[in-house]
């Protein structure tokens, strides 16, 4: 089946400590996000990927950086991560247009 | 500017009753609108979309949902809740030439044995 994949599912790291999310696609979709989700909030959008075109939210923090190298990949990264970046990180994909997002089962960030 | 509203951060019915979630859209042009659920620890999952076809729309699930341009409103019905269906709704919003979703702040169902 054609789906969006998350790794790991659960990441625990240290204050300060650098950390990867991964999220790869089988949709071929040219559309790709990155979301945070925090307790009983809707999800907030970092950034997303227009093919290789990089759009940045304009209040999301530069401690959050995210890499495309191809189609199906795209990685989170936060350089240092504080306690409050402890959230749940959603990828979603899309066609380009008014279209529906497919979410991937998102990685659960711990920061101790 | 788009947006939407969801009525009711927590909603309670119970088992086999009707489940009402709102959802009131702004938009300057014809909105796309889409429902999703939320379980616990999981991504979200589309239940249902209007892209300006039919003004009553199917889901999974047995939910459905009615676009009311004159209300502004994309309400998401289920005539008999089940106890599955405990989970956050969220609404969203975008338009045609837009990437982007804007989510409501979602709605926590919670269904009563």
């Known amino acids: 089946d054609a789906m969006v994949i998350q790794n790991p599912r659960y990441q625990v790291t240290q204050f300060g400590k650098p950390v990867t999310l991964s999220c790869s696609q089988t949709?071929?979709?040219?559309?790709m996000y990155w979301y945070q989700q925090k307790s009983s909030q809707a999800p907030k959008l970092l950034f997303h990927?227009?093919?290789?075109?990089?759009?940045n939210e304009a209040d999301t923090p530069d401690n959050f950086q995210s890499r495309r190298p191809n189609t199906s990949f795209c990685f989170l990264d936060i350089r240092s991560p504080g306690l409050g970046d402890a959230a749940m990180y959603l990828c979603?994909?899309?066609?380009?247009?008014?279209?529906?997002?497919?979410f991937g089962p998102g990685t659960r960030l711990t920061v101790t | 500017a788009q947006s939407v509203t969801q009525l009711g951060s927590h909603v309670s019915v119970s088992e086999g009753a009707l489940v009402l979630l709102r959802c009131n859209y702004s938009?300057?042009?014809?909105?796309?609108l889409f429902w999703y659920v939320q379980y616990p620890n999981q991504g979200l999952q589309l239940l249902l979309k209007?892209?300006?076809?039919?003004?009553l729309v199917k889901g999974i699930n047995g939910f459905e949902a009615e676009f009311k341009k004159s209300e502004t409103s994309f309400h998401l019905t289920k005539p008999s809740a089940h106890m599955s269906d405990a989970a956050e709704y969220f609404c969203a919003v975008t338009q045609t030439g837009a990437n982007n979703l804007f989510f409501g702040t979602g709605t926590r169902l919670t269904v009563i044995p």
């Open positions: 938009s300057s042009v014809p909105p796309y």
């Open positions: 979603a994909t899309s066609r380009t247009g008014p279209y529906e997002q497919y």
């Open positions: 990927y227009y093919d290789k075109d990089f759009n």
């Open positions: 949709l071929n979709h040219n559309v």
């Open positions: 209007y892209t300006s076809a039919a003004t």
